[in-house]
């Protein structure tokens, strides 16, 4: 069964910064690509980047270019999503999802989510 | 607002149909780029429902289908049951600027 658990959410003032990671498990992860989508309280979904299996190709929304950076550690079947400089609009429960093996831009599974919340 | 147009709600009776639009323009859907539909149930994940406009994944009931035409799409689900109240988001790939997932910005299906 794949499975994919966020962690790294919580509190933190405007202008800090975050790491977030997400364990997978059930697939090969290395085979994958991996991408993050968030969702502001009570809002829609928004794309916030992707990362192919090597992660040599990286793509970022332009909401976040410049302050998040995606990495991942094939190794260790995790995936991070680096957040800097962040304001109150970056607050949102943000989502590891799985990219569909033979569809781009397709998430096939997605993890719980993590809520990042920045206030002072 | 979001690049592709969805409205915010939608209604039926049980055993119904319903369906939800899906608008976009000539930079996403328009430019041949496939749309995806994910179920959204609140405080939960999103579930992938549709891809590439048309395809189920295993497990998706067949009451779930999705078509595309120009520059829309459109998610149809028949004989509604009362667990189908849920979120609904399309998505697809935009072109604009340096390129970018889109998703539209969600309808809300409640089951009357």
């Known amino acids: 069964e794949v499975q994919l658990v966020e962690s790294g959410g919580g509190l933190v003032q405007p202008g800090g910064s975050l790491r977030l990671s997400c364990a997978a498990s059930?697939?090969?992860?290395?085979?994958?690509?991996m991408t993050w989508v968030r969702q502001a309280p009570g809002k829609g979904l928004e794309w916030v980047s992707y990362?192919?299996?090597?992660?040599?190709?990286?793509y970022y929304a332009d909401s976040v270019k410049g302050r998040f950076t995606i990495s991942r550690d094939n190794a260790n079947n995790s995936l991070y999503l680096q957040m800097n400089s962040l304001s109150a609009e970056d607050t949102a429960v943000y989502y590891c999802a799985r990219v569909h093996s033979q569809e781009l831009w397709v998430f096939d599974n997605w993890g719980q989510g993590t809520l990042v919340t920045v206030s002072s | 607002q979001s690049v592709l147009t969805q409205p915010p709600s939608v209604s039926g009776a049980p055993g119904q149909k319903v369906t939800i639009s899906c608008i976009g323009s000539s930079s996403n859907i328009g430019e041949g780029y496939d749309v995806h539909w994910y179920q959204q149930f609140p405080g939960t994940a999103p579930k992938l429902l549709i891809y590439a406009n048309s395809n189920r994944p295993s497990g998706v009931p067949d009451r779930f289908s999705g078509s595309k035409s120009g520059t829309s799409a459109s998610l149809a689900i028949t004989g509604l049951q009362a667990e189908d109240e849920a979120d609904y988001y399309c998505?697809?790939?935009?072109?604009?600027?340096?390129?970018?997932?889109?998703f539209g910005g969600g309808t809300k299906l409640t089951v009357l």
């Open positions: 998505q697809s790939y935009d072109t604009r600027l340096s390129g970018s997932v889109v």
């Open positions: 059930g697939f090969t992860f290395r085979s994958y690509e």
């Open positions: 990362i192919s299996s090597s992660g040599s190709h990286i």
